[in-house]
C-alpha cells in the first residue's frame, strides 16, 4: 500500500460520500457526547431509539442532573450497560455544570477527564462537534484499516498513529466517518461484500469475495 494507492482510495470515499458524519442523531456539542458515550458496545440504533424520548426531556447538563441516575436508567435502560452508563453521564453532567459553565470544553484533556469519556469518544467529540482532524479508531476502522492494509496495526493506538501519518491533510477531518461507514456496511467483519466495493481494485486484502 503506497501513498497514491491511498489517496486514490480516499478520492474515492469522498466522492461518493462528499460530507459524511455520524449516525448517531445529535444537534448540540452535549448530545453528540451523551450519545457517543452510551454507543460503547452498543449500536447507535439502539442508542437513537433511547436518545428519541431522552432528549426531548433532558438534552442539557442540568436537566439530566436534575433526572438523577434513576430517572436516567428508565430511558436508557434498553441499551447494554445502562446501570454503569447512568452512573457515569449523571457525573459527567454535574462535572460539566461545576467545572465548565455547562458547556462540552474543546479540549482533549478536559473530555478524557470525563467519566466514562476515553480517547476514542475524544476524538469524536473534538472530530465531529469541532472540526477538528483527529480519528477515532473502533472496530469498523481497525478491521478496513488492516484488512485492505491501508494503516496497519496491531493495537487501536497503532492505526490511529499511522492514520495521522499517513493520511493526507485534505482528507482528515471526514477520514474518521468515511472508514466507519465502509467497515459498517461493505467491508464488514465475517464475509466483506467486495463485489460491491468501490475500492476493490486498490486494496490489499488477499482474500477477496465475489
Known amino acids: 500500500m503506497n501513498n497514491a494507492k491511498r489517496k486514490e482510495i480516499l478520492t474515492r470515499l469522498r466522492d461518493a460520500n462528499p460530507h459524511p458524519t455520524t449516525e448517531l442523531n ?3 456539542p452535549y ?3 451523551v ?3 452510551l454507543s460503547a458496545q452498543a449500536t447507535d440504533v439502539g442508542v437513537n431509539k433511547a436518545t428519541a424520548k431522552l432528549f426531548p426531556v433532558a438534552n442539557t447538563p442540568q436537566a439530566i442532573f436534575d433526572l438523577g441516575v434513576d430517572g ?3 430511558y436508557i435502560k434498553t441499551i447494554g450497560l445502562y446501570n454503569s452508563k447512568a452512573v457515569n453521564v449523571h457525573k459527567m453532567a454535574e462535572i460539566l ?8 470544553p474543546e479540549s482533549r484533556e478536559a473530555l478524557e477527564a470525563l467519566p466514562g469519556v476515553g480517547r476514542k469518544t475524544a476524538n469524536v467529540v473534538l472530530n465531529t462537534a469541532f472540526g ?5 479508531v473502533d ?3 481497525y478491521r478496513v484499516s488492516n484488512r485492505t492494509k491501508f494503516a496497519m496495526g496491531k493495537t487501536v493506538e497503532k492505526v490511529e498513529e499511522k492514520l495521522l501519518k499517513v493520511v493526507p491533510k ?8 468515511w472508514l466507519i461507514l465502509h467497515g459498517r456496511y461493505t467491508c464488514i467483519a465475517r464475509k466483506p461484500r467486495c463485489g460491491s466495493c468501490i475500492i476493490e481494485d486498490l486494496c490489499e486484502f488477499k482474500d477477496k469475495t465475489e
Open 170 to 177: 485534505e482528507f482528515k477531518v471526514d477520514v474518521h466517518h
Open 139 to 141: 472496530t469498523h476502522i
Open 72 to 74: 436516567l436508567k428508565d
Open 132 to 136: 477538528w482532524p483527529t480519528i477515532a
Open 97 to 104: 455544570i461545576t467545572q465548565h459553565g455547562g458547556e462540552v
Open 35 to 37: 450519545a457517543v458515550t
Open 26 to 28: 445529535f444537534t448540540t
Open 31 to 33: 448530545e453528540l457526547l
